[in-house]
Structure formats: C-alpha cells, structure tokens
C-alpha cells in the first residue's frame, strides 16, 4: 500500500512514495524550490511537476504549512495571502488528477513521528515542534492529534515566536547555534509553563543539528529529535492520506 507524501515548505516542496503499512520511503525523495511568493496556482503547478516526476496516480498526502480545515487553508503566515480562503484540496486534486488529503504541515510531522518515531507508544501531552521557515506545532492527547495548534505564532518579547526562533532567522541574521538555542529555550519554557507537555519532539531542517544546541536547552521536559529527522511530514502526510482514503488503496 503506497501513497505519495508530499511537504511544502517555505523554500522546497518535497515527496516521496510512501510505504503506508512500515512507513518507509519507496523512493528517493524528489524536491523543488517553492516557487517565490508561494502563489496558489504556482505552488500547483510544482506540486503537479513532482507528481509526474514520480509518474504517480493514486491517493496523496500533502503537508502545507497553514490551518487547514476540511481543505482549506485558513492562514497564511509564510505564504501568499491569497491562500486563505482557499479550497487547496479542491486546486491541488485538479491540478493532480488524484485524491489529495491536504493537512497542516506540523500536523503531518506529528503522525509520523507519534506513529512511527520518536512519540511511538507516548501517552500524555506530547509536542511536536518542526523548526524552519516558521515554528509549526502538532499537539497530541494520548496519541490523540490535536490539529492546527499555531503555537509558533505565541508571542515572546513583543514578537511572534517564530520571528525569534525559527530556523529561517538564524539563517538570515546570521547568529551562532549557542545564540539562537539561547532564544528557542525561552521558547520551550514558556510553552512548558502554558501547556506542561509529557514530551516534545524537535522536527524541521534543524533537528538534523540537534547535537549542535541540545545542551542549551533547560527547559525541565524530556525533550528528543525527531527520529523520522526531515522526512517526518512527507511520511505523515502519505500516513493521514491512507486513513482518508482507504477505499483507493
Ligand atoms: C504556520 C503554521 C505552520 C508552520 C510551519 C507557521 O508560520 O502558521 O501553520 O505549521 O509555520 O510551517
């Protein structure tokens, strides 16, 4: 049983054919720069690139990095605005010719890695946290998903948390792994003070450095990289795709 997972995120879009029973990667992974401003119709069409270049005709799973209910996006923080509103399940299917379950990007990180990785067999209140363009959360009740939390968007110092910590600003301003894991734990403590999570889970493009500021943090919460590192979302995306459309499978 396969599905193609797909994660579109602030700088790439990627997929992979997805082995929804052992979750693993049929293929390698095929990722395209997300075409600047993230415009609906453009962000379609690359996404119908990919799905050629995998010659793919069946159930897909896509991570987008906004509210998504019922298909349609709701924000737009690292996106074009013209997404709110928007039936993106609908254009997508269109623009694929396949059934498209589309779901909040830190949401289908979250499946993966509490089906499969780092949160498999956690009860409790589990966060999962990706780092990248933005700061995306996924909140789990005894394995229970919790969706669209916007945790990322809490506000630290005057600024919305991921204008402080995300892994796009340590890119951009340039600031040392010990300076910016300085900022991510105050992150962490004061979600731990709000919510006094069981575990959190730290996914996105920087927990594959996790070993470079994982001693900064102090934060009094078990806190673990996310085993499926990257590929979390494109695996939780194909996940949720197979329990939404079980009848094409
Ligand atoms: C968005 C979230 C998303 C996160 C990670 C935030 O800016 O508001 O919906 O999950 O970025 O992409």
Redesign the pocket.
């Known amino acids: 049983m396969q599905v193609l997972g797909l994660d579109v995120?602030?700088t790439g879009i990627k997929g992979t054919i997805v082995d929804v029973v052992t979750g693993e990667l049929v293929t390698p992974r095929w990722r395209l720069h997300t075409p600047p401003g993230a415009e609906p119709t453009a962000v379609a069409a690359t996404i119908a690139q990919i799905v050629q270049h995998f010659s793919w005709n069946g159930p897909i799973g896509c991570g987008?990095?906004?509210?998504i209910k019922g298909g349609v996006a709701h924000?737009?923080?690292?996106i074009a605005p013209s997404w709110v509103g928007m039936d993106g399940a609908t254009l997508l299917r269109e623009a694929t010719c396949s059934p498209v379950l589309l779901l909040?990007?830190?949401?289908a990180a979250g499946i993966a890695e509490m089906r499969l990785g780092a949160g498999r067999g956690r009860s409790g209140l589990v966060i999962m946290i990706?780092i990248?363009?933005?700061?995306?959360?996924a909140l789990f009740m005894d394995g229970h998903l919790v969706p669209?939390t916007?945790l990322?968007?809490i506000e630290i110092r005057g600024k919305e948390a991921?204008y402080r910590a995300?892994e796009a600003v340590r890119l951009r301003k340039q600031i040392s792994w010990a300076a910016w894991a300085k900022r991510f734990n105050e992150y962490l403590c004061r979600l731990s003070a709000l919510l006094w999570p069981d575990l959190i889970i730290l996914g996105?493009g920087a927990s594959r450095s996790y070993e470079k500021f994982a001693a900064h943090l102090t934060v009094g919460v078990e806190v673990v990289p996310a085993m499926l590192r990257n590929e979390a979302g494109m695996i939780g995306a194909a996940l949720a795709a197979a329990d939404a459309f079980p009848q094409v499978l």
């Open positions: 995120g602030g987008f990095p906004a509210v924000t737009a923080a690292n909040n990007d830190a949401d990706t990248g363009t933005g700061l995306g959360t669209n916007e990322g968007h991921e995300s996105g």
